[in-house]
DNA sequence: CCTACCGATCGGTAGG
DNA sequence: CCTACCGATCGGTAGG
């Protein structure tokens, strides 16, 4: 079993449980391998932590930052990080919803290298967002950056608490008068 | 100890820990109490859960709600919600950060009375907001009350992984401008 | 409210 | 990659 497939498992299984609740027992269990064959391809639960948070990383920016470079820099490819970003979300690229709200939410008080590279991961995001808010011309970019981002942070959370999947409708109704003004 | 005095330690640590990191062993110690002694004022940690769930949901109503009450109901009242909603967040109210942002992302993927609990806790809020939005005449009241709700949610999530005090001033602006139109 | 204990699971190690 | 094990901690119980 490569380390690229206990990953895959990792990512999917963190999305639901967490990634304190991402056990190496449990993911041995998913993947019928045993524990110490698990955890001899990290060496601790930090690094198995910290490898998840990367590919999960990797999993976004497949998903939604590599596609929008097509697009224009500026309010077009703005606008595919946001709709890539909701599409990511809706169609729930991580079976446990989106990864990153659920690993800022669970690591946001717990220093250490997790919380610093789950951070690190939203800071990216964030930044692009802004980046192409600026190159539109916008005269805040990372105000509008931030309103952008809590937007598709609370399409997820009312989708998977509510089970509303009019959510992401009011997400891309509320993107659209944004990039409007 | 009373059982008020175990939920107010109790929500304190689950806006830290999680909910169900809030072990029955951790706030024993930290209460300077047995396991079973506090185990035997609930019966199950379920009942820990959910009653810890209500308190909170008691410390929002009268950290936020009752207070804004003094407002004429409509825009006034919408606007005090939106203050009392970050100044409660801004000010830590709870240690760990928005309890109920935390309890969303945790519990959203599991299924059973205490993410029932969850969600009808924070249904009640949104239903206040789309309340007041409807009462001020806004012509899609749930659409502003999920947008008031996400710059929230974003703002405690932006304050506490990226530790910007200025989330809430960029929260505040987009407030504004949503209730200005 | 307490001590003392149960089986299960945790992260991690020894040795192969 | 495996079996077998370590001490710590989990939720919960017995008995007082």
Not at 54 to 60: C, I, K, Y
Not at 106 to 112: A, I, T
Not at 131 to 136: P, S
Request: glycine share 10%; hydrophobic share 45%; net charge negative.
């Amino acid at each position: 079993m490569s380390r690229e497939a206990i990953l895959e498992r990792a990512v999917d299984l963190a999305s639901l449980e967490g990634l304190e609740g991402l056990t190496i027992g449990r993911l041995a269990g998913e993947l019928e391998m045993s524990k110490s064959g698990v955890f001899a391809n990290f060496g601790s639960k930090r690094e198995l932590q910290l490898a998840t948070v990367q590919a999960a990383a990797e999993r976004f920016v497949a998903d939604v930052i590599a596609p929008a470079q097509e697009a224009q820099a500026g309010l077009p490819r703005l606008r595919r990080y946001c709709e890539g970003y909701l599409a990511h979300m809706e169609r729930a690229a991580f079976p446990g919803g989106c990864f990153w709200a659920a690993a800022s939410a669970e690591f946001d008080d717990r220093p250490g290298p997790v919380r610093d590279a789950v951070r690190e991961g939203i800071a990216a995001w964030l930044g692009e967002l802004a980046a192409q808010a600026r190159e539109a011309g916008m005269d805040d970019p990372e105000q509008a950056a931030f309103e952008l981002w809590a937007v598709g942070l609370g399409a997820n959370a009312y989708r998977r608490l509510l089970g509303d999947e009019a959510a992401f409708d009011r997400a891309r109704r509320a993107i659209e008068e944004r990039l409007a003004e």
